[in-house]
């Protein structure tokens, strides 16, 4: 494997958004190299730049300035065709709000992506089953989003994002709306998959004490990289963050 | 500064979304959102039934004897038109806006624009020829069945112009069934179009 490659890497990426006439520097500069397999957590502000960040790494919009490559595939580069594929086949998403389809079942739900990628039906059915198992939701294979709770629901995101068996796992904020045991499960989730099958995971978040398990915690600010901290050196900062 | 020069050895590949997928998510999408499809539906046949109406008024009332002004006629026939326009162009609107969501949702799930828009323009067409051919049937039986009742069958299928009348009306079903399937792919394609282009702004978006 091309191990000098990283999972992503993001050089110098600014991104202005028209905003009634004025102009926001929603990001302001950012460089990052994520190695494979590492989970990072992004955290910050609302306000601060994630959201667009991981717009930007996702390949769901584009850098005003800057370049953004992924597994070494310079995304300005290449056409919305294969930008569809990379989304498709290398990226997995899991938002804050859920995002499932809501007519489809959770079974549907997972194996949706793999419809894009051309697999047949009989083998969706089958390995979106098996994700659905993997993340403790075996027997929900039937229920609608509406007949699961907010947890189930981000489960059911998660065996989504799995579906292709993505490089990196792009969460934004996936514990936002769960409270704080659901939401630590689903972390601790995404956390089981990322050391079971490599899988890189980015994520962002406001909870301090959902950053114990990551291996780097970015902190964004402005639009900024703050401060990049490894786990180790955290856990203090973690601590003084919370008794101020 | 190519991207060979940091190149993986990753190959991209591409996505497939044969029309036969896009038809059976549309499908499924209609049955399973079956009330909100069938009031889309709906508006689009009450639109269309009275455009109908009004047009075959245009055949049936000189038959029986009465004559508005050309003028008078044609301002009955562009009101219908609008009516039913703005009623199709509005709830079509509608059902895609509130699915913008669920648009970059499929996006970053490796759905392209051709993918969307064949989604959305296939289940915009069924919509719409479904409320379309309903709507022109109701609305002409509605005008046939008024004025027979008025005027009696005679009023309505003069005798000896028979064939010559029911052209008419086949006509203005025809038209009905066009404008209807044609405004409604129009304005199903523009939100669709727009927010799987722009889909950061789609996944933000709350109703």
Partial sequence: MEKSVPAVKVVDVHKIYQLRGEEVHALRGINLEIPHGE???????????????????????RPTKGRVFIDGVDLSKIPSKSMAWLRC????????????????TAQENV???????????????????????????????????????????????????????????LAD??????DLNTGFA???????????????????????????ISDRVVFLRDGMIENIERRRALTLTAEEFESD | MSSKEEDSSMEIGSISFPVTEAFRYCVESIRKRFTRALITAISILLGIAFYVTIRSMNTILPNVGQQPPQAYQMLMAIIALLVCGVGIVNSMLMSVTE?????????????????????????ALLLGLLGGV????????????????????????????????MLQYLRYIAEAVGIS?????????????????????????EI
């Fill in chain 2, 181 to 205: 399937v044609f405004l409604s792919v129009v304005a199903a394609a523009y939100p669709a179009f727009y927010a799987s282009r722009h889909p950061a702004e789609a996944l933000r978006y």
């Fill in chain 1, 173 to 178: 904020e996936p514990t936002g709306n769960l």
């Fill in chain 1, 89 to 104: 086949r290398k990226i997995g998403y899991i938002f804050q709000t859920f995002n499932l389809i809501p007519v489809l």
């Fill in chain 2, 99 to 123: 699915r913008y969501k669920e648009i970059g949702t499929i996006k970053c799930l490796g759905a392209t624009d051709t993918s969307v828009l064949e989604i959305f323009l296939i289940e």
């Fill in chain 1, 39 to 61: 989970y990072l957590s992004v955290m910050g502000p609302s306000g601060s730049g994630k959201t667009t960040l991981f717009n930007m790494v996702g390949g769901i919009d």
């Fill in chain 1, 111 to 169: 194996a949706l992506p793999m419809i894009f990628l051309g697999v047949p039906k009989p083998e969706r059915e089958k390995k979106a089953a098996e994700l659905l198992r993997s993340v403790g939701l075996g027997d929900r294979l039937d229920h609608r989003p509406t007949e699961l709770s907010g947890g189930q629901q981000q489960r059911v995101a998660i065996a989504r994002a799995l579906a292709n068996d993505p490089a990196i796992i």
């Fill in chain 1, 186 to 212: 689903i972390v601790q989730l995404l956390y089981r998959l990322k050391a079971e099958r490599g899988t890189t995971v980015i994520c962002a978040t406001h909870d301090l004490k959902m950053i114990d």
């Fill in chain 2, 134 to 165: 309903i709507g022109a049937f109701a609305g002409w039986i509605a005008a046939v069945g008024i004025f027979s009742f008025q005027f009696g069958i005679g009023g309505v299928f003069p005798a000896g112009k028979t064939a010559i009348v």
